[in-house]
C-alpha cells in the first residue's frame, strides 16, 4: 500500500510545486497519474521511489509517504529498491550494461542475491515478459521500444511489489506501446501495485483502476477507471488531456 499524507513540495523555497496531495493507492491497484505538463505528476512519482528526498537537493517537503509500511524520507534507498521498480522516460538514463542479459540480472547480482536464485528470476522474466529476442543483444543496437522493454525486464527481475513509470510511451511507437501495455497488463495480472506518470492515455484507458487528475500541484479529482473511460471530449479538452 501507498499512502501519500498532505504532502506539499517545492524543488525551491519560494516556489510549490506540490501542495496538499493526499492519496492512497491499494496493494495491486493500477493508477494514472495525468494532466498538463509541468502539473507536478512527476514530482509524485519521485515521493514514491525515493528520489525526493533522498537524491534531489535543496527541496523544501512536508507530509509524509509509506510505501508498504516505509516511511520514505527514512527508508535507505536500498531498502526501498526491494519494495520499488522505476521505468523512466528515457531508458538509456538506468541503464548499466552494454549487453542485455547483463543488464537484466544487475540489480540482482547489486543486491547480492544466490547466483541460483539470480538464475531463477532471469528465467522467470524471460519467460513472463516474453522477451526472448532481446537476449545476448548489444544494448547500442536496439531500437527506443526495445530498450524501454529491457528497463522494464531489468526492474521486473528485481521482483518488486510497486512499479513506479514516468512517461514510459514518451519515445515510443505504436508498436512498443503495444508492447509495455501487454507488460503491465502482466504487472496487474500478478497482483503488482502500478502507478503511471503519463500524458498518452489510449493504451491505458481499460487496465487502470483509477485516474488521478492533476492541476497546478494539487489533485483536483479523483476517477474511478470506469468514469474515467466516460469522460466526453469537451470535459477532456478542458482538462488538457489527450485523447
Do not use: W
Not at 493507492?25 to 507536478?40: K, N, R
Not at 547480492?112 to 519467460?127: F, H, L, M, Q, W
Amino acid at each position: 500500500m501507498i499512502q501519500i499524507q498532505d504532502i506539499s513540495f517545492g524543488y525551491e523555497e519560494e516556489q510549490e510545486t506540490l501542495s496538499n496531495i493526499d492519496l492512497e493507492i491499494a496493494q495491486g491497484e493500477c493508477i494514472v497519474l495525468t494532466g498538463e505538463s509541468g502539473c507536478g505528476k512527476t514530482t509524485v512519482t519521485k515521493l514514491i521511489n525515493g528520489l525526493i528526498p533522498h537524491f534531489v537537493e535543496g527541496g523544501v517537503l512536508s507530509g509524509q509517504v509509506f510505501v508498504n509500511g516505509l516511511e520514505v524520507v527514512k527508508t535507505e534507498m536500498y531498502r526501498l529498491a526491494e519494495e520499488v521498480s522505476s521505468v523512466f522516460q528515457n531508458p538509456k538514463s538506468q541503464f548499466f550494461n552494454i549487453d542485455s542479459d547483463s543488464e537484466i540480472t544487475f540489480g540482482l547480482e547489486n543486491a547480492g542475491v544466490d547466483p541460483k536464485k539470480i538464475k531463477e528470476r532471469y528465467d522467470a522474466t524471460v519467460s513472463a515478459l516474453k522477451i526472448q529476442p532481446l537476449l545476448g543483444r548489444n544494448i547500442f543496437s536496439m531500437s527506443g521500444g526495445e530498450k524501454q522493454s529491457l528497463a522494464f525486464a531489468s526492474v521486473y527481475a528485481m521482483n518488486p511489489s510497486v512499479f513506479v513509470l514516468d512517461e514510459p510511451t514518451a519515445n515510443l511507437d505504436a508498436d512498443a506501446i503495444e508492447t509495455l501495455r501487454g507488460q503491465i497488463l502482466q504487472l496487474k495480472k500478478e497482483g503488482r501495485t502500478v502507478v503511471i506518470a503519463e500524458h498518452r492515455l489510449d493504451f491505458l484507458m481499460d487496465l487502470i483502476d483509477r485516474a488521478v487528475f492533476i492541476q497546478d500541484g494539487k489533485i483536483v479529482q479523483i476517477f474511478s477507471g470506469a468514469e474515467f473511460r466516460q469522460l466526453s471530449e469537451e470535459q477532456r479538452i478542458k482538462m488538457g488531456l489527450r485523447s
